[in-house]
């Protein structure tokens, strides 16, 4: 079952309504929402799972290395215990820019999965050049809190600046995943081609992995990024929109 997105009171309805009907129920939510960029109140839905007893799940994909003064995600963001929370599930794909995940949790639950977990038994095992560069880049970023910092006000920055070229970027808390809503997937493509012609790649979401009212271009964070890069980019794009020919009929 889904419920509006992001939104705890709409859970809690939804919970209210359905949560007697079934002996276990799991909650999902997202550390960082990919598509949006914005992030769930964590206290709020630690206080429902506790309220009607559900198991928690946090995808922390997109949050590991972005949110919290040291980049460890939602929990450090909000000072939340890791005990209030059941499954920790991330990726190794982006932040550690290796390849793999992780589930986080009890020693139970852990050793559960371990023994029955399909994906985990009838899967090879992690190379270790994989694990390797996972392990430096999480070193990297323990050693070096403030690559996160430098991320964050880069985030910043970019949200500031397409709002005031008057982007529509939708509930996205600056972090390190940005959007630009367009609501035209042609339009989305053909702005896609023609920013990278001008040496800016960034990536058009289209339906279905988004309704086609919220297609957009979907633009990624680095704390390497330089506020010129993003004076660019953002200039860049209001040029592109202004000069795209219509299709022809």
């Known amino acids: 079952m889904s419920f509006a997105h992001n939104d705890w009171r709409a859970l809690d309805t939804l919970l209210s309504q359905q949560?007697?009907?079934?002996?276990?129920?799991?909650?999902?939510?997202?550390?960082?929402?990919s598509m949006d960029g914005d992030y769930p109140d964590l206290p709020r839905f630690v206080e429902l799972r506790n309220k009607h007893r559900v198991f928690l799940m946090v995808d922390e994909a997109h949050s590991l290395g972005v949110l919290g003064e040291r980049?460890?995600?939602?929990?450090?963001?909000?000072?939340?215990?890791?005990?209030?929370?059941?499954?920790?599930?991330?990726?190794?794909?982006?932040?550690?820019?290796?390849?793999?995940?992780?589930i986080a949790g009890e020693t139970a639950l852990v050793e559960h999965l371990k023994l029955l977990a399909p994906g985990f038994l009838y899967s090879v095992g992690m190379s270790p050049p994989l694990a390797a560069a996972a392990l430096a880049a999480l070193q990297c970023m323990q050693l070096e809190p403030e690559r996160v910092q430098a991320l964050q006000a880069r985030g910043r920055?970019?949200?500031?600046?397409?709002?005031?070229?008057?982007?529509?970027t939708g509930s996205s808390a600056g972090m390190a995943v940005i959007p630009v809503i367009l609501g035209d997937s042609d339009k989305t493509i053909r702005l896609a081609a023609a920013m990278l012609e001008r040496g800016v790649s960034v990536q058009p979401i289209l339906h279905p992995a988004v309704p086609q009212k919220s297609t957009r271009l979907r633009f990624f964070m680095s704390c390497q990024h330089t506020e010129a890069e993003i004076d660019y980019t953002v200039e860049a794009l209001v040029g592109v929109m202004a000069n795209l020919a219509p299709l022809s009929a």
């Open 157 to 168: 920055y970019f949200l500031k600046r397409a709002q005031e070229a008057g982007f529509d």
């Open 71 to 102: 980049g460890h995600g939602i929990r450090e963001h909000f000072g939340v215990a890791s005990s209030e929370v059941d499954i920790w599930m991330g990726t190794l794909s982006k932040t550690l820019a290796s390849c793999g995940g992780y």
């Open 19 to 33: 949560r007697a009907h079934y002996q276990r129920v799991l909650v999902i939510i997202e550390g960082v929402y």
